[in-house]
């Protein structure tokens, strides 16, 4: 072997012997880069986990003020339609004595519907999304019972005015 084939010798085994050492290195250094990739793709998934969940309640909480707003606004215009009809023709028809209708049956079923007990208004008063959505719920009721009760009424009212002399 010349000496220039055994320094080529000499230099390829330093070179395996380097390539050898930096493999497990660089096998370590992979095994940390996808350690490090996995933990902050984890916190990523988290936080955006938590930030929907908080954004997606806050919507719903949004929503059901929203909606109790609305139904609060719904018991006013039904309350105040019923009011006026208790100040206006049925306070008119309810003044009539049995002597100025044929029939004092309407009159007593006028009399009944104006005695009746109103709801209470509570309003929308909650702490929480379920608080508001059970006060929406409480408050569609109200608008129902409004309803129901002014057209009962108003059908009352229609009967003493029918048996008017």
């Not at 050898?20 to 370590?28: E, M």
């Not at 490090?36 to 719903?60: D, K, L, N, P, W």
Request: glycine fraction near 4%; charge should be negative; charged fraction near 20%.
């Amino acid at each position: 072997m010349t000496d220039a084939q055994q320094a080529n010798g000499n230099q390829s085994e330093s070179q395996n012997q380097a390539e050898a050492t930096a493999q497990p290195h660089n096998k370590r250094v992979t095994k940390w880069v996808a350690i490090v990739i996995a933990i902050v793709a984890v916190a990523i998934i988290a936080a955006v986990a938590v930030f929907g969940t908080r954004a997606y309640s806050a919507s719903q909480h949004d929503s059901a003020v929203a909606a109790c707003a609305a139904a609060s606004e719904d018991v006013r215009n039904a309350t105040n339609d019923y009011n006026n009809l208790v100040n206006g023709d049925a306070a008119e028809a309810a003044a009539l004595t049995k002597a100025d209708v044929s029939d004092a049956s309407a009159l007593d079923a006028l009399s009944k519907e104006l005695t009746v007990e109103l709801p209470t208004y509570e309003g929308c008063v909650a702490d929480d999304t379920k608080g508001y959505q059970a006060a929406t719920k409480k408050l569609e009721q109200q608008v129902t019972w409004y309803h129901e009760h002014t057209t009962s009424l108003q059908k009352a009212v229609d009967a003493v005015n029918a048996v008017k002399k």
